[in-house]
């Protein structure tokens, strides 16, 4: 039977993004979750992100702080969708393709969500364009927006997403990701790491519930070093299951959604479909059918040109954003972000985060701004993912 798809001369297959423009600017069906947050759903985050801020789990320390109960940090706005943010730049057919996420936008405009707030999502398709990767050949780089109202209809925060979509014959064909075993961590290196990690938590605790002021900040001063790992299927798996879109049923989900982005065949299945939801929740689960389980199932993860289970982009993102988090304290405020996702976390991996101040100003609004670089890296020095944050510091 004659091949029907396009190749170029270098026998890559071309990558047809001919029907995103049915999709872009089109607002989408609201998306939301059942039920208004619970504290546990703060905990659970902050347990599956590895963040051990106590302010997000210890009902006694947050008590003693500026909010007076438990507040969920920035990173956990994301949970609020039913698509980690990145719907809207998942829309429209790509044949033969899978998508990893390439990074996120953030703007924080203050409101911080509580145990009881109830979160409407509002998805558009923004743009895209198609670009030649060392990962893949032609690759489609696809945005989308998502806005978060809270219950008295504040704005709390806007999520510009970046998906990367390709074709999968071309991965395998790149083999860029194709080490297959996890890589074996002595006893010593591990204790290592963890003094690495404690060394982290410590300073959260020393800054406590401390204002970390505008005027203490220097441009060129370095953040601690955080360390996450090393990853694996259970970490990965905890990730997953942190994210309350993932509870069966606990999302409320478009029946309008698009039935095909143009995955292969093998792993389209019905993640996210409403009506077999109702029937069968089971087999809307991405962690064990559809597209998603190419993280949690090393065979599927091959299948659309991994080596091995890899962990999620909106967690990357969460990990950076909880990383300048912690820096900035409880008197901060997160203003926006800029993230780009360079390499997946894998497992056997090991993440390192570093940061320092890159520059500091007074904004037209009168407050004091500083902009923190987060660089994040793995064992090997590769990069991982890279990005700026701006915050508000108290200046008193």
């Known amino acids: 039977m004659a091949e029907t798809v396009k190749r170029r001369d270098d026998g890559m297959v071309e990558l047809d993004a001919s029907d995103l423009d049915n999709w872009m600017g089109k607002p989408m069906d609201l998306q939301m979750m059942r039920e208004p947050v619970a504290v546990n759903d703060i905990r659970r985050w902050v347990q599956g992100m590895h963040y051990a801020n106590p302010l997000h789990f210890d009902e006694k320390w947050a008590a003693a702080s ?58 558009v398709p923004f743009d895209y364009k198609v670009t030649d990767t060392s990962f893949a050949g032609p690759t489609c780089f696809q945005r989308g927006d998502t806005t978060y109202v809270n219950q008295v209809g504040d704005r709390v925060a806007m999520q510009r997403s970046t998906a990367i979509r390709y074709v999968v014959e071309n991965a395998h064909k790149m083999k860029v990701f194709s080490q297959e075993e996890d890589r074996d961590w002595s006893t010593e290196e591990l204790l290592e790491l963890e003094d690495l990690k404690q060394t982290f938590i410590q300073e959260i605790h020393n800054l406590g519930h401390e204002k970390r002021l505008y005027r203490d900040v220097e441009v060129g001063q370095k953040l601690t070093t955080n360390a996450l790992g090393p990853h694996s299927l259970a970490s990965f798996t905890t990730e997953w299951r942190a994210y309350p879109q993932t509870i069966w049923f606990g999302g409320l989900r478009s029946e309008a959604r698009q039935p095909n982005k143009g995955y292969t065949p093998e792993m389209e299945g019905f993640e ?28 599927w993860a091959r299948h659309v040109g991994m080596g091995r289970g890899y962990g999620y982009g909106a967690s990357m993102g969460a990990w950076m954003l909880d990383f300048a988090s912690a820096f900035i304290g409880e008197w901060g405020e997160l203003v926006h972000a800029k993230f780009q996702y360079r390499n997946p976390a894998f497992t056997g991996d090991i993440t390192f985060l570093n940061g320092a101040v890159i520059d500091k100003k007074i904004d037209q609004d009168g407050r004091g701004i500083v902009a923190i670089e987060i660089v994040m890296k793995n064992q090997d020095d590769s990069l991982m993912a890279k990005g700026v944050v701006e915050a508000a510091l108290v200046q008193e």
């Open 66 to 123: 500026r909010f007076g109960q438990i507040v969920a940090p920035y990173s956990f706005t994301v949970t609020t969708d039913t698509a980690h943010g990145c719907m809207p730049a998942n829309m429209g057919n790509i044949p033969g393709s899978h998508l990893i996420f390439g990074g996120d936008e953030w703007w924080f405009f203050g409101p911080r969500i509580f145990a009881g707030d109830h979160l409407k999502c509002y998805p």
């Open 272 to 299: 996210g479909d409403p009506v077999m939801e109702k029937f069968n929740p089971e087999l809307t689960d991405g962690a064990y059918y559809g597209p998603s389980r190419g993280h949690l199932q090393p065979k």
